[in-house]
Protein backbone atom coordinates (compact mmCIF):
# COMPACT_ATOMS: atom_id res chain seq x y z
CA UNK A 1 0.00 0.00 0.00
CA UNK A 2 1.42 3.16 -1.15
CA UNK A 3 1.57 6.28 1.11
CA UNK A 4 2.32 9.97 0.08
CA UNK A 5 2.68 12.17 2.96
CA UNK A 6 3.37 15.73 1.97
CA UNK A 7 3.82 18.89 3.71
CA UNK A 8 4.14 22.72 3.08
CA UNK A 9 2.26 24.78 1.11
CA UNK A 10 0.64 28.20 1.75
CA UNK A 11 -0.06 32.08 1.06
CA UNK A 12 2.61 34.05 -0.32
CA UNK A 13 3.04 37.32 -2.22
CA UNK A 14 4.20 37.11 -6.16
CA UNK A 15 8.00 37.15 -5.98
CA UNK A 16 8.08 35.16 -2.56
CA UNK A 17 9.16 31.41 -1.89
CA UNK A 18 8.07 28.04 -0.49
CA UNK A 19 8.65 24.38 -0.10
CA UNK A 20 6.73 21.42 -0.21
CA UNK A 21 7.83 17.81 1.37
CA UNK A 22 7.17 14.66 0.44
CA UNK A 23 7.70 11.75 2.63
CA UNK A 24 6.84 8.24 0.27
CA UNK A 25 6.33 4.66 1.87
CA UNK A 26 4.77 1.31 0.78
CA UNK A 27 5.31 -0.79 -2.40
CA UNK A 28 6.90 1.82 -4.88
CA UNK A 29 7.23 1.02 -7.83
CA UNK A 30 11.16 1.05 -8.45
CA UNK A 31 11.15 2.65 -11.86
CA UNK A 32 8.36 5.76 -11.34
CA UNK A 33 9.50 9.37 -10.56
CA UNK A 34 8.24 10.85 -7.37
CA UNK A 35 7.18 14.26 -7.36
CA UNK A 36 3.91 17.04 -7.67
CA UNK A 37 1.14 17.73 -10.20
CA UNK A 38 -1.19 20.74 -9.21
CA UNK A 39 -4.58 21.60 -10.12
CA UNK A 40 -6.80 24.72 -10.12
CA UNK A 41 -10.45 26.07 -11.49
CA UNK A 42 -10.64 26.23 -14.77
CA UNK A 43 -7.02 24.67 -15.51
CA UNK A 44 -6.03 20.92 -17.07
CA UNK A 45 -4.44 19.02 -14.45
CA UNK A 46 -0.60 19.91 -14.82
CA UNK A 47 2.45 17.88 -14.08
CA UNK A 48 4.78 20.27 -11.97
CA UNK A 49 7.91 18.87 -11.36
CA UNK A 50 9.05 14.84 -11.11
CA UNK A 51 12.59 13.05 -9.99
CA UNK A 52 13.47 9.33 -10.28
CA UNK A 53 15.19 8.57 -7.29
CA UNK A 54 17.34 5.77 -8.73
CA UNK A 55 18.60 7.51 -11.89
CA UNK A 56 17.94 10.60 -10.40
CA UNK A 57 16.88 11.99 -13.30
CA UNK A 58 14.54 15.15 -13.55
CA UNK A 59 11.35 16.93 -14.91
CA UNK A 60 9.86 20.49 -15.28
CA UNK A 61 7.14 21.77 -16.49
CA UNK A 62 8.43 24.43 -18.87
CA UNK A 63 5.87 27.29 -17.00
CA UNK A 64 7.94 26.40 -13.61
CA UNK A 65 12.02 25.80 -14.75
CA UNK A 66 14.57 27.72 -13.60
CA UNK A 67 12.14 29.18 -10.61
CA UNK A 68 11.68 25.59 -9.32
CA UNK A 69 13.76 22.56 -8.12
CA UNK A 70 13.42 19.25 -7.11
CA UNK A 71 15.53 17.09 -5.16
CA UNK A 72 15.88 13.92 -2.83
CA UNK A 73 17.46 13.10 0.00
CA UNK A 74 19.64 10.29 0.42
CA UNK A 75 16.83 7.75 1.46
CA UNK A 76 15.17 8.26 -1.69
CA UNK A 77 11.89 8.64 -0.32
CA UNK A 78 11.78 11.79 0.90
CA UNK A 79 11.52 14.75 -1.55
CA UNK A 80 11.17 18.76 -1.99
CA UNK A 81 10.02 20.61 -4.06
CA UNK A 82 11.53 24.32 -3.50
CA UNK A 83 9.59 26.86 -5.48
CA UNK A 84 11.17 30.63 -5.55
CA UNK A 85 9.80 33.29 -8.07
CA UNK A 86 6.50 32.89 -7.05
CA UNK A 87 3.63 33.79 -9.51
CA UNK A 88 0.13 34.17 -9.69
CA UNK A 89 -0.11 31.61 -12.01
CA UNK A 90 1.51 29.21 -9.22
CA UNK A 91 -1.65 29.47 -6.91
CA UNK A 92 -3.55 25.45 -7.13
CA UNK A 93 -3.72 22.81 -4.92
CA UNK A 94 -0.40 20.46 -5.71
CA UNK A 95 -0.29 17.06 -4.82
CA UNK A 96 2.56 14.59 -4.12
CA UNK A 97 2.61 11.58 -6.43
CA UNK A 98 4.29 9.26 -8.30
CA UNK A 99 3.97 7.33 -12.02
CA UNK A 100 5.88 5.99 -14.14
CA UNK A 101 5.98 8.92 -16.46
CA UNK A 102 6.08 12.73 -15.58
CA UNK A 103 3.13 13.48 -17.61
CA UNK A 104 0.54 10.64 -16.12
CA UNK A 105 1.38 12.04 -12.66
CA UNK A 106 -2.37 12.25 -11.17
CA UNK A 107 -3.68 10.21 -13.33
CA UNK A 108 -2.19 6.83 -12.89
CA UNK A 109 -0.56 5.95 -9.85
CA UNK A 110 -0.90 7.39 -6.65
CA UNK A 111 -0.86 10.75 -4.94
CA UNK A 112 -1.65 12.09 -1.42
CA UNK A 113 -3.60 14.48 -0.01
CA UNK A 114 -3.24 17.78 -0.94
CA UNK A 115 -1.81 20.63 -0.05
CA UNK A 116 -2.68 24.59 -0.96
CA UNK A 117 -0.07 27.30 -2.84
CA UNK A 118 -1.91 30.70 -3.00
CA UNK A 119 0.14 33.11 -4.50
CA UNK A 120 -1.11 36.94 -4.79
CA UNK A 121 -0.46 39.68 -7.03
Known amino acids: QVRLVQSGGGSVQAGGSLRLSCVAT????????LGWFRQSPGKESQSVACIYPTTRGTYYHASVQGRFTISQESDKTTVYLQMDSLKPEDTGMYYC??????????????WGQGTQVTVSS
Open 26 to 33: GDIDTWAC
Open 97 to 110: ATATLPTLLGKTGD
